[in-house]
């Protein structure tokens, strides 16, 4: 097993090491899964799945779309 790193911003980006975004054949602007397991994270390129997934959730976390939402949590 190979084991790469990267450093987070003070905004929580890191940037995907170059041999991990060819194993997995990640391109700019593809999106990326993070499957969650027991404290076990795995990175994997979303599928189409995913982002439907994802696009029928929007609709339900309106609640949390004010200017003050935003201001709070800006910066995570």
Wanted: no cysteine; charged share 35%.
């Amino acid at each position: 097993m190979k084991t790469e790193t990267s450093k987070l911003t003070s905004k929580y980006q890191a940037t995907i090491p170059e041999t991990v975004r060819k194993a997995i054949g990640l391109q700019a602007g593809d999106r990326i899964a993070f499957d969650i397991d027991d404290g076990v994270i795995r990175l994997r390129k979303a599928v189409p799945l995913d982002l439907e997934y994802s696009r029928a959730l929007e609709g339900t976390l309106s609640e949390w779309n004010t200017a003050e939402d935003e201001e709070a949590y800006r910066d995570l």
